[in-house]
């Protein structure tokens, strides 16, 4: 039962406040750090705090255990103001193994709180490790707070009369860490023992023991007064409202849900398995009885061609994947602009090129997304800044791909599909319905139907369904007659109709909100971003402004068309400074269209910016 | 009420039609034709698509929803449309490059997972749109211009890949044999999942008289075996016959053989293995072939199951309620009442990961 959990701390360790602080957890891929992060996450979320996360996990699902390449970890901001990113240096961090130290102990803040699991460090883990000397025997710790827990052993303890057994005893280990947590920084501890409660509701002894060991891990931090204070971190004054903490790939299946509503389409989802892609796909299958059709398809060829073929049906149809499937869905996306059909194709970036790092963050397909089709096809592009933000885009991505009848790109990465933030939820009920007018009736002379007849304002040609009578009419690759839709080799029909399809992306850009300029407008310095820098970006700068400088940044959603104020935006600054997780594919872009002579920020290193690389970029621009 | 009659004129548009004069997709799309006008549904309940080479331009000919996509995508496309609409026919229209090479992996994948589409490949044994090289179902040793030498590639036979990939109704025509084409059509069309026809089609420009061995006046009588669900298997005027012999299906002189060891067929044989024997009688139109339905068995059709899924959900947990699944991770409210600007939530259970 839940009440049986100690929830309050009768020693006598004295708190300190912080407005914020950076945690992670970090241990072998089968210590369940994952979990343990996003329960600790959970549960400052419903305390009230701010916070950001950064899941950081192998390719391999069990890399060997305790091995370098096998660490996985998970980082979480939290404060009590509106923050922006996960944080750049841990104020704590949880090292269940010796691999976990050395792979994570040079980014602990100096003078940081290191929590380690005693019984995973011997000779063998050690070795494993690169360690030559046992660092908890050595000096190679001083300076730090450490406390030096046996979590096997106290683990085991705690879960004797539970009836676990076997493997599944160190199982809970994670929740033995995750309940001394809850201690040192006074967490809640309801919303552990309820979530664990209901997960593991089939498994009755599995509940007990991490219940068990959670509780064991606050008790350790009572009884031995782990360290000379505890650490409290208060709510936040966010905006008012309701909130939920959600991650991108999740807000991002709920959009595209919510984007069916609103378009009163059915949403048919087809795609394959691919990391970090598939949570998407996970989440709509659950949904079924929101009419989701998701199709697990033999290939991502397949996946991106049951979509048109849900699109030419009449659904709101979607497929997704990372860099290499969207390669290889390339083919069928031009189809698609060629056809002249909604579809949405979700890029959520990885490290690349080929397989590259599957489970990493990068911005290194935008290029790729504007122009990385065969013939002229420029289809609209959109990015996703944060992970609550996938919601809204979602709907955005759904709202232009019927409007103006064409294939739209959504990019996504890594950092925003798994990372995930505080959401305001938006009044749901309150989002502008997305018009959908089939065509019903003949639209040419004599009662026949001209499937490429454009509307006036928007140059979309109809959405003609099968099984509406009368409308019978064939579609295809190969170039049509403009109007009749008839196929077509002439000429100057070939330059009308390129000409056309550019001419009705380009427009979309009097649709697009104009770009808004946050911070100084009087700033000598503008940074441009796009997609999940987006919380660098705006906390470096507010880390500029506390040093009295004047900064401005800005943030594209839309990278094809750019929004019509993007130029006279630039060039009201005398630097731009765009940073980008890529080798300047923006900054390309940017040249290319403004002749403006902006300065790239470029990492590839498989993880987000630090705020302090952005604000030492701008301290050098202007100083 | 009674039904719209049709005529095969209803069928057609006013496109050109661009195959070589002589070309045996002309019968087939003249089968294809009359066979709907002889349906009576309405035309806006069909939708044919296809992929890449001469076959796959045939959409452009039918006045009926339609769609030339990619080369050999195909398959997949129509698995959307059926999947998103089951109150739609949907036919795919695909040869034996698109079909077999580059579209492959789609074509076995929608016969196993039996989604209701009339998979209709058009088997001339060469690539005609890109100008005569050998196909996936050339014969070994042919002198095309890609292999002077002659192909070293071993064949596919079509009917045996679709067995093997457990479609749930196969069978086998030939271009200009409209009725049989058209009782073949006939059947795919009441069939509850994926059919899959081979058309023996002939390319009288880069492989003309391949099939000469069915369609020839001597030999067709020799060679075309008609497969007849409940009937024993025989040919060549009752003078052969087909036996099985140690799970193997051959021909035997009639008169050599007890009448009952004739083997009967049944092609609603729950199990594809005599269906498979029967396909390797031959493995191309060479000598003694059959043609008709080798299988045509029930199982549920993917597009039938995936929306009864939807509709098991709905009828299981309602409708879909937005504000109730932006909140089911749990939520907290922040008020300008509470101390430091919040109070604390409930947690819902849900989970973040």
Redesign the interface.
Known sequence: MADEIATTDPSTTPTEELDQLVIRFAGDSGDGMQLAGSRFTDASALFGNDLATLPSFPAEIRAPAGTLPGVSSFQVQIADFDILTAGDAPDCLVAMNPAALMKNFADLRQGGTLIVNTDAFDERNLAKAGYETNPLEDESLQGYRVIKVPMDELTKEAVKETGVTGRNVLRSKNFFALGLMAWLFHRPTQPTIEWVEKKFSKLPEVAAANKAAFQAGYTFGVATEATKNTFEVKPAALEEGTYTNVNGNTALAWGLIAASQKANLPLFYGTYPITPASDILHELSRHKNFGVRTFQAEDEIAGVGSAIGAAFAGNLAVTASSGPGIALKSESISLCFMLELPMIVINVQRGGPSTGLPTKPEQSDLLFSLYGRHGESPIPVLAIATPSEAFMTAIEAARIAIRYMTPVLLLSDNQIANGSEPWLLPDVDAIAPIEVSFATKANGPDGTFLPYMRNIDTFARPWAVPGTPGLEHRIGGLEKESVSGNVSYDPVNHQLMTDTRAWKVANIANDVPHLEVDGDEDADILVLGWGSTFGSIRAAARKVRLDGRKVATTHLRHLNPLPNNLGDVLRSYEKILIPEMNTGQLLKVIRAEFLIDAVGLNKVAGEPFKVTEITDKIMEMIK | MTAPSYTRADFQ?D?EVRWCPGCGDYTILASVQMFLAGLGR??????F?SG?GCSSRF??Y?????????HG?AP??????????P??SVWVITGDGDGLSIGG??LI?ALRRNVNLKIILFNNQIYGLTKGQYSPTSEVGKSTKSSPFGSVDFPFNPVSLALGAEATFVARTLDMDRNHTQEMLEKAYEHEGSAFIEVYQNCNVFNDKAFIQLTGKDERVHNRIDLEHGKPIVFDEGSKAVVLRGGEAEVVDSSSVDPKAILVHDESRPDPSVAFALSRLSHGPYGPTPLGIFRNVKRDAYDIS??A??E???E?????D??K???S????????SS?????????N?G???
Do not use: C
């Open positions: 548009t496109q309405p035309r806006e309940e069909f939708v698509v890449i959409p452009y039918m006045n009926t929803y339609g769609m030339h996509s990619i995508r997949a496309i129509a698995t959307g449309l059926a999947t998103a609409r109150d739609l992996n789609h994948h995936v929306n899924q939807v098991a959900a709905r299981k947990l309602g409708p879909g937005l504000n699944l932006i909140r991770h749990g939520t907290w409210t922040v008020s300008p101390p430091n600007g919040s109070t604390k939530g409930s947690s259970g989970s973040s990961d």
